[in-house]
């Protein structure tokens, strides 16, 4: 396994892992009744290959095979422009789903990278590819002089949690995202 920034010919499977981590649930929250997930899969897609989205592959590191399939894979960006960078998510619900999220509160804050998504394909879990991301993830931030990094973790994710607070993650407060009670966890660099 070999751990490298995500190219746009990777976007699908990336989009796939992302609705992965937000689960479905909060994915047909996004869509509302009328679309469907696939639709969902198609939107987050075209936001992956852009440049200029949270999601996008430029924000993406991505943990290979030894065949070059992508196994796993961890979004992170400077949590400042989160307001920003979710702006195209905004505009495409919008069009797409006719469903307004201007008004979303931001997961991130200043001072601190953000890990937007870590995910790891069901068939690759337990072999310490979640960890190697972060640990890559952390890497990143590091170079780019961030602080600290800070996550927000389902509290109905208990493993997720524990693989966090392993890592050296430390509990900062709760808040709530998506309409799910999540902890925002910081790791102090």
């Given at each position: 396994?070999?751990?490298?920034?995500?190219?746009?010919?990777?976007?699908?499977?990336?989009?796939?892992?992302?609705?992965?981590?937000?689960?479905?649930?909060?994915?047909?929250?996004?869509?509302g009744n009328d679309h469907t997930?696939?639709?969902?899969?198609?939107?987050?897609?075209?936001?992956?290959?852009?440049?200029?989205?949270?999601?996008?592959?430029?924000?993406?590191?991505?943990?290979?095979?030894d065949d070059d399939k992508v196994?796993?894979?961890?979004?992170?960006?400077?949590?400042?422009?989160?307001?920003?960078?979710?702006?195209?998510?905004?505009?495409?619900?919008?069009?797409?789903?006719?469903?307004?999220?201007?008004?979303?509160?931001?997961?991130?804050?200043?001072?601190?990278?953000?890990?937007?998504?870590?995910?790891?394909?069901?068939?690759?879990?337990?072999?310490?590819?979640?960890?190697?991301?972060?640990?890559?993830?952390?890497?990143?931030?590091?170079?780019?002089?961030?602080?600290?990094?800070?996550?927000?973790?389902?509290?109905?994710?208990?493993?997720?949690?524990?693989?966090?607070?392993?890592?050296?993650?430390?509990?900062?407060?709760?808040?709530?995202?998506?309409?799910?009670?999540?902890r925002h966890l910081q790791y102090?660099?």
């Open positions: 396994m070999k751990i490298a920034k995500a190219k746009p010919s990777q976007a699908r499977v990336i989009a796939k892992l992302i609705m992965e981590a937000m689960n479905y649930d909060c994915c047909r929250y996004f869509t997930l696939e639709e969902f899969e198609d939107m987050m897609t075209y936001l992956v290959g852009r440049t200029d989205t949270q999601y996008s592959y430029e924000n993406t590191l991505v943990a290979l095979s196994i796993g894979i961890c979004v992170s960006y400077d949590g400042a422009d989160m307001l920003r960078l979710r702006k195209p998510f905004e505009e495409e619900a919008l069009r797409r789903f006719d469903r307004d999220f201007s008004t979303m509160q931001p997961e991130s804050e200043a001072g601190e990278m953000y890990f937007d998504t870590l995910c790891v394909d069901s068939n690759y879990r337990h072999q310490g590819i979640a960890s190697t991301l972060i640990i890559a993830s952390i890497g990143k931030a590091i170079t780019l002089g961030f602080p600290a990094v800070g996550l927000l973790v389902d509290m109905g994710n208990p493993n997720a949690e524990r693989l966090y607070v392993n890592t050296g993650f430390m509990f900062v407060n709760e808040t709530s995202w998506g309409g799910h009670e999540m102090k660099l």
